[in-house]
């Protein structure tokens, strides 16, 4: 009896939801409710449902991973995920799919009389545990350094920042969001104090223009684009791509323009110009919100080694502003710029207009860049001018690359100069850290060492003996890699990667750990609005291979700082990220408590009385901002951004008669970074089988070059032959080629430079002089 | 006299302040003007990219249509019309115009299709409306008898349903892109065969999800690394 | 037991707290739209009264911009 009324109950429950859903349908057509499109997935197959966040980019969607007895089978997009609201990519339905490549790394190797000894995981990690003493010993604590990733998760950031800066006590740490992120950090702390964009991705459904500054979303944030391309088509918001290189995105938009590498500089500060003097000025914003300063120019480019260089800000007014300005009128800059006055006028008109809500979107473009960190700060100058920031549609939004490039990388801070709060330049943060980790203060050391590049660099001088990479791939990635191949090759250095699948880095490994792929261990990921993601173990992984944290307190146990990691194996992942949220507390950065993550589909810092901050700085959405006035920017001690006078240099390398063409690098949507997993996909691999130069098609008839033809790319510091494609995925400019860096096979990386942005650190990736020959 | 003198160097001193003034705007203007010349491109851009927005305009539109199931094509009937899988489609109603070689007098109802009455069918929508020359590939069909029978054997199209990776994934493309970028153009839209048409026309970046399996050339043998350090 | 089925519209860009607020009561089961600023919204009461009650609790929520119901079902047979 019980039964069958609960049975009817629920029928009727259910008759009542569907014709309520009828009547929505009826009223607005097209839409859609989370439980339609679970119901839209095939049945048959018992599946076991579980949420967590993508492993690929910043972006970073929620995907439903489906089980059967073990085994990950289905990968779908996570309705209740308020990203992605459903939607994948092509690279994120098929993720899965790379665990069960035949050449997965499943053992511990040792490397012994140059042949590779498979090993047990405990006495591999005895073995590096037992030589990262040792070197420490002979050769002092800064000779061993580790390398981690953006595609680590927080705890595996966390631990490795505790163990290197806490337990051992150096600041050998870094990761590959140098090559990524860093010109973003950069350029937050500097105009606004506080990393990570003050807006969230519900930005794009109120903004009334989108502006691409080179960045091809439609490939590399395809889920983020697609939510523009949907208000694009709903309420007729404008996308203007505005590039070196015609791609995927340019022809989805609305209007591509074209500028002439490194040119951007000037570009921005012309928009700047057209803003002051057509008075779009936001008067009183910038009155009460902005001060003004200068910074040191003409800093050089990194590209010798052990090079220094430190900012020296200066208040000036806005005078001075306007008068630097004069320089970059749109006559001026159109002439080495390549973009119409017309053009520039336009784009500053879409900005000055108080009617118009503006969304700026960036990524590698404008940080892999040997002037990053003023990239970024020009962006800013535009919004703050106009006033236009931190405000539901008025956003300038630095997208990320990898899926906790936020998350760990910049939070939990695992670059050389940072600590999970703060600095290590600060006695209080180092305080901090000290009180929550239980080290004596005077562990943690007070000096930045090694940055990324300075790290390789120093590892092919014989300075660091010991090295650690972690989910990362250097020797496909970094810049120059025709030097740095050799150096990590060296007897010098002991390296110890820890991977899923062998890549060109784990080639020069003297040991190899065999690392947990995502599902196949417990984590978080923070994502590029400041959303923090958990998922939970979903399948086991095969043979040894264990969670990327647990390696680490391994080898820090075998060292002797046991006490220092009281984490248990099971549990390891909650414990380390309760002990890390300490660091966070408070109105301007608390993170959300793992109870909430579980159950929700991610929640946005500053997490502030069970609710997400999604626009900072602003009084109106933001509880930390505490002047009584409409906006705070709560970074800077005095409550204000900076708005930066930053002029247009040159880049490092420009082409010339011998090598005169631009090289250009950058991705497709079938691969993600290095390929390392994606090459693994059979879907993805046979979509895109190997790397390409891209040629403008007047180039190519001038060189007599056919689609397909081999051909060899030759830089002053290396060559690369790849095949020709004419009018295929893209088109870069005249005068430029463009490679993607996925494949190992053919290493576009021996040829880029190794010049980066004095105050950031990253490396340009998407500039340097290369010649063309056929092969 | 002296008033008359007045009025003329009035009418003077305002000729000359007309022609600075004219002058001046005349040479900003000139400055303001100077837009470095751009090349007229000699090519379609990146077509195979650019393709597939096309239609995009069409994309809510298409995805609010109610579905016509008196009058749906299915897929064998699709295929029926083409000598084998890849084929250009042959023309299966009588030629309005012998003379002409297509162009208008096939887009008035191939460009963006509708009902016709005459045929009892919705016309289909070609992907690649630029190319006018229509009956360079596009045939009638005048006669049902042979010159000499044919051992040809109908190669096997593609089926629907088995062309994704995992359980649920988007299909990938079974297909060659080239000329058939336009994706909306057949997977959308009342003439589109029902087992392929799409139900999500409005998300328009199609290949964000679903990618070509093959390339048409070539056999793609599985990623092998051939650039590992030991041979260096 | 009343069981009734409503359209929720949430004020502008106040949607995430209706759905919070809806999904606080204990009797009403919340669907919302992914693509559209509505909610579905089923209650579930044991009685009459109990229903009374819950409708004037929703409509206290300031977020609600409009409730419209669209289905309501009572089976007094079922009241035990």
């Known amino acids: ?199 969230c991705y519900e930005d794009i459904d109120h903004a009334d223009y989108f502006i691409t500054w080179g960045n091809n979303m439609a490939e590399m944030h395809p889920v983020l684009f697609s939510r523009i391309l949907e208000q694009k088509s ?80 200066e208040k000036i007014d806005f005078d001075q502003y306007k008068a630097f300005l004069e320089d970059y009128t749109p006559e001026k800059v159109a002439k080495y710029s390549k973009v119409s006055v017309k053009d520039i006028k336009y784009l500053a008109s879409i900005y000055g207009d108080p009617n118009k809500k503006v969304m700026s979107l960036w990524c590698m473009g404008v940080n892999q860049h040997t002037r990053g960190t003023w990239m970024n700060n020009i962006i ?139 599902i196949e261990k417990s984590g978080l990921y923070g994502n590029s609005e400041r959303r923090t993601q958990h998922w939970d173990k979903m399948v086991e992984g095969p ?27 099971e549990n390891h992942v909650e414990e380390i990220y309760n002990e890390y949220r300490q660091f966070h507390e408070g109105k301007k950065h608390g993170m959300a408590p793992l109870e909430v993550l579980k159950k929700e589909s991610g929640a946005i810092w500053p997490y502030v009385d069970g609710k997400s901050t999604q626009w900072r700085f602003n009084a109106k959405y933001d509880p930390a901002c505490s002047n009584g006035k409409d906006f705070h920017f709560y970074g800077k001690p005095d409550g204000k951004a900076v708005i930066w006078q930053r002029p247009y240099e040159p880049a490092a390398e420009s082409p010339d008669s011998e090598y005169p063409f631009w090289l250009n690098t950058g991705r497709v949507i079938e691969h993600w970074h290095t390929g390392s997993m994606t090459r693994r996909i059979p879907v993805l691999h046979k979509a895109m089988p190997h790397a390409y130069v891209e040629f403008h098609p007047e180039d190519a008839k001038a060189l007599s070059i056919r689609n397909g033809e081999k051909i060899k790319v030759t830089s002053r510091r290396g060559s690369c032959i790849l095949p020709a494609s004419i009018n295929e995925r893209g088109l870069p400019t005249k005068g430029q080629v463009f490679v993607p860096f996925f494949d190992e096979n053919m290493m576009i990386n021996d040829t880029t430079l190794d010049a980066f942005c004095p105050i950031s650190k990253e490396p340009d990736f998407k500039k340097c002089a290369v010649k063309v020959e056929k092969a | 006299m002296k008033k008359r003198l007045g009025i003329i160097s009035l009418f003077v001193l305002l000729f000359i302040t007309f022609i600075t003034i004219w002058n001046f705007s005349y040479q900003v203007g000139l400055e303001e003007g100077y837009i470095p010349i751009e090349n007229v491109e000699s090519h379609t ?108 054997a109908k190669v096997h199209a593609p089926k629907v349903g088995i062309n994704n990776a995992l359980i649920g994934t988007p299909p990938m493309i079974p297909h060659q892109i080239q000329m058939r970028e336009n994706c909306l153009s057949c997977h959308a839209g009342p003439a589109a065969p029902k087992e392929i048409r799409v139900t999500h026309p409005e998300r328009i970046n199609c290949r964000q999800c679903h990618v070509p399996t093959d390339r048409v050339v070539s056999e793609i043998t599985p990623f092998t690394r051939t650039n590992s350090n030991d041979n260096e | 037991m009343p069981i009734k089925s409503y359209l929720a519209h949430p004020h502008d860009n106040k949607k995430v707290e209706l759905l919070t607020a809806l999904s606080a009561l204990e009797e009403c089961e919340v669907m919302p739209a992914t693509n559209e600023d509505v909610l579905v919204l089923v209650t579930d009461t044991l009685d009459d009264a109990s229903e009374e009650l819950l409708k004037a609790k929703i409509e206290k929520i300031k977020s609600l911009k409009l409730l419209a119901m669209v289905s309501g079902f009572n089976s007094p047979q079922n009241q035990q």
């Open chain 1, 380 to 518: 800013y100058n535009i919004h703050l001018l106009t006033g236009k920031i931190s405000e539901p549609g008025n956003s300038p939004f630095s997208l990320t690359g990898q899926p906790s490039a936020c998350g760990t990388a910049r939070e939990v801070g695992t670059f050389t100069h940072k600590l999970p709060k703060g600095v290590v330049t600060n006695p209080k943060h180092r305080e901090l850290a000290a009180k929550i980790w239980k080290v004596p203060v005077e562990k943690i050391p007070s000096k930045p060492t090694y940055h990324t590049t300075e790290m390789f660099r120093a590892v092919d001088r014989g300075d660091i003996k010991f090295i650690w990479t972690q989910a990362v791939n250097p020797l496909v990635s970094l810049p120059k890699t025709s030097r740095y191949r050799p150096a990590m090759k060296k007897e010098s250095c002991f390296v110890v990667v820890s991977d899923v699948f062998p890549t060109p880095t784990s080639d020069v490994a003297d040991v190899i750990l065999p690392a947990s792929w995502h």
């Open chain 1, 1 to 199: 009896m019980y039964n069958s009324l609960t049975n009817r109950r629920s029928f009727i429950k259910k008759m009542a939801r569907l014709s309520a859903m009828a009547a929505a349908a009826s009223m607005f057509p097209g839409i859609l409710f989370a439980s339609e499109q679970e119901d839209g997935i095939p049945k048959g197959a018992n599946l076991d449902w579980k949420k967590g966040p993508c492993r690929f980019c910043g972006v970073g969607c929620g995907i439903l991973v489906g089980t059967e007895n073990g085994k990950a089978i289905a990968v779908k997009g996570d309705p209740n995920s308020s990203v992605n609201k459903g939607l994948l990519c092509v690279k994120g339905y098929h993720q899965t799919m790379c665990i069960q490549s035949k050449d997965r790394l499943t053992h511990a190797l040792v490397k012994k009389n140059g042949t590779y000894v498979k090993t047990p995981i405990s006495e591999a990690l005895d073995i590096v545990a037992n030589k990262m003493k040792d070197t420490i010993a002979t050769h002092g604590k800064d000779s061993v350094a580790m390398y981690t990733s953006g595609q680590s998760t927080i705890p595996e950031g966390y631990v490795a920042s505790k163990f290197m800066k806490g337990a051992i006590g150096t600041n050998n740490l870094d990761c590959n969001a140098r090559l990524c992120m860093a010109s973003a950090v950069a350029g937050f702390l500097t105009s606004f104090g506080a990393d990570e964009p003050m807006g």
């Open chain 1, 234 to 313: 709903r309420r007729g918001s404008k996308v203007i791509d505005f590039a070196t290189r015609t791609t995927r995105s340019s022809t989805a938009s609305d209007r591509s323009i074209l500028f002439e590498p490194q040119t951007d500089l000037a570009l921005g500060n012309a928009i700047c110009y057209e803003i002051v003097n057509n008075g779009w000025v936001n008067k009183s914003f910038i009155e009460k919100h902005c001060n003004f300063s200068k910074g040191l120019t003409k800093m050089g480019y990194g590209m010798e080694d052990k090079y220094k260089f430190k900012d020296k800000p």
């Open chain 2, 45 to 152: 851009n990146i077509p195979s990219e650019s393709g597939v927005f096309e239609r995009a305009e069409f994309a809510l539109e298409y995805a609010n249509m109610p579905i016509d199931e008196n009058h749906q094509r299915t897929l064998s009937a699709y295929y029926n019309n083409r000598a084998y899988y890849g084929a250009p489609p042959s023309i299966p109603h009588p030629i309005k115009d012998e003379k002409s070689l297509g162009g208008n007098t096939c887009l008035q109802c191939h460009q963006n299709g509708g009902f016709v009455k005459q045929f009892d069918a919705y016309a289909p929508v070609t992907p690649h409306p630029e190319m006018i020359n229509c009956r360079q590939c596009h045939v009638a069909q005048n006669s049902n008898t042979l010159f000499k029978p044919t051992n040809l």
């Open chain 1, 543 to 569: 043979g040894d291979t264990t969670p990327d944290a647990w390696m680490f307190i391994e080898v820090a146990k075998r060292m002797g700082y046991g006490d220092l990691f009281p984490y248990s194996k």
